[in-house]
């Protein structure tokens, strides 16, 4: 599940403007030139943590990577709950380390960026190798209306799934859906064919929860209409860019979606239903399709495979993005990225500071510190078999496996995974995983990128949330059949009026701004 795009507005512009003035200590951008790279004898970080405990500061984990890298590292660690608070105050204080982790671009980042608080990278990363992304569309994404002022933290791009009951499939004699149209074949026929064998008609096909966050956050129904050819958030037309909901493919999907909720093949209760209880129809024999993530389709694994053992590996069949009604995979990729590593100007005042800083980067994500950042120290908590990483269990207290986890979050892996893959607990669990790298990587080459990810409109800025919510509304309502196609296309029209038209006209202005 992706979290929400959409953040509140973090400080006035007042003073986010009076911050960015006291992060470049009053000065326009530094020039760029020749300068050789400042050697750097330790390197002030800050960064999030994601469990119960921060590593120590002379943790083995770090010490490694020290050791790679031949640079200290003074690593700030702050709990991943108030991560975004200490930002705000970290940015606002005369303690400003190096590189900062930025988990997003809310409006603060953005306003700082934009005022020249921090690096833009763009014209310097081509000269770092470890640096150099092979994602290009991610590295867009993750820019400012097409300026780079962080190295992305790289995540799959391509995850999206669909998790159906293979005993199910069976005992019905039908095969994994391949298509939106098998989709809707499969969930009638789970909903009225009896498939769990009671005799009753109490099944329904696809569980649906009530998605947490706005529009285009890669909820299923998100994911179907890109399946449709509808777009993802964006689409291009005639040089133009359009939300989604503008195109008459993305009408032809809600009547797609209207087929499954009028028929009764989804939860009666998808408009309620609370995300955390999401697993449940699926594990109780309830319903028979999740479109999520693989790793919703792992987690669900793990809990059958607690329920009963031995019957577990019959229970759930996965594969990923389906052929929409033109024939052709559009595929629904996530942004790829999970925030990135940012460069304060403040601490980092000249090129040659900030060349000294991306030498450091650059061997931080090079396949030997990658490999301490994300499978931790070979012959301590893993060892390599068959190309993959096979844990071990530590024995003298040290929790190596938290401390790994929070390393991860420095790691940027742009131009690729150069670490071990883990090893799954099984044979069965291997293939599974197996094939869905392969399948990962097959629907890649779909993926439809939203084409003004890299763009931020102020009027959306401000207002996004409220706009988003009018066309979450408006195709729940219509899919449910509270609403008429008419009242459904009232309501595209009121998010124009109430500042969609603005952020249509911001957008496309930014986008022209970027192919000059």
């Known amino acids: 599940m992706k979290t929400t795009r959409r953040r509140a507005v973090l400080a006035s512009a007042a003073a986010l403007c009076a911050t960015a003035m006291a992060l470049t200590g009053c000065t326009s951008s530094t020039p760029k030139t020749a300068s050789t790279a400042a050697k750097l004898s330790t390197l002030t970080v800050m960064a999030p943590y994601l469990s ?85 569309q991610v590295q867009e994404a993750s820019s400012i209306n097409g300026k780079v002022y962080g190295v992305f933290r790289a995540r799959d791009v391509m995850r999206t799934a669909v998790m159906v009951r293979k005993d199910w499939l069976k005992k019905l004699g039908l095969s994994m859906p391949k298509t939106t149209a098998d989709l809707l074949k499969v969930a009638k026929a789970f909903t009225d ?26 909820s299923p129904y998100d994911a179907i209409e890109t399946w449709y050819g509808a777009g993802n958030d964006w689409y291009q037309t005639g040089g133009k860019l359009e939300p989604t909901f503008t195109n008459p493919k993305w009408i032809d999907a809600l009547n797609f979606e209207k087929k499954l909720v009028q028929g009764g093949y989804v939860n009666p209760d998808y408009a309620t239903l609370d995300s955390v209880d999401w697993n449940q129809p699926f594990l109780t024999g309830k319903a028979g399709i999740i479109i999520d993530t693989y790793s919703r389709a792992r987690q669900i694994n ?50 040659a500071q900030l060349k000294g800083v991306l030498s450091v980067l650059n061997k931080m994500n090079s396949k030997q510190a990658q490999i301490i950042m994300n499978n931790g120290l070979e012959g301590q908590n893993f060892t390599v078999k068959d190309g993959r990483a096979l844990p071990i269990t530590t024995t003298d207290g040290t929790n190596l496996t938290a401390i790994v986890a929070s390393y991860a979050q420095l790691g940027t892996n742009v131009n690729g995974s150069k670490f071990y893959p883990p090893a799954q607990p099984n044979a069965y669990d291997q293939q599974q995983y197996d094939a869905e790298i ?75 701004k970027s192919k000059k």
Do not use: C
């Open 52 to 136: 119960t405990q921060a590593p120590a500061a002379d943790n083995p984990v770090g010490a490694a990577l020290e050791k790679v890298i031949g640079t200290k590292l003074d690593v700030t660690w702050v709990p991943n709950s108030s991560y975004g608070d200490k930002t705000n105050i970290t940015l606002a204080s005369n303690d400003i380390p190096d590189v900062m982790v930025i988990q997003g671009k809310d409006s603060g980042f953005v306003s700082n960026a934009e005022a020249g608080a921090f690096w833009d990278l763009t014209d310097y990363l081509k000269d770092y190798p470890n640096l150099k992304t092979n994602e290009p």
């Open 302 to 351: 793990g809990l059958l495979e607690k329920q009963d053992p031995t019957t577990y590996q019959n229970m759930v069949a996965v594969t990923g993005n389906l052929i929409g009604p033109d024939g052709k995979m559009h595929a629904l990729p996530t942004p790829g990225y999970s925030g990135f590593l940012a460069i304060p100007k403040a601490s980092v005042k000249t090129v």
């Open 438 to 512: 392969k399948t990962m990587n097959a629907d890649t080459k779909n993926a439809v990128y939203n084409p003004a990810a890299a763009f931020v409109s102020n009027t959306y800025a401000q207002e996004g949330a409220t706009l988003d919510n009018i066309i979450v509304d408006a195709r729940l309502k219509y899919i449910s059949g509270q609403d008429s196609l008419d009242q459904l296309k009232a309501a595209i029209q009121q998010w124009k009026s109430s500042g969609g038209s603005q952020v249509i006209s911001e957008t496309n202005d930014l986008y022209k």
């Open 193 to 218: 064919d009896d498939p769990d064998g009671d005799g009753k008609k109490d099944t329904y096909g696809i569980a649906i929860p009530k998605w947490p966050g706005g529009f285009a956050t890669n």
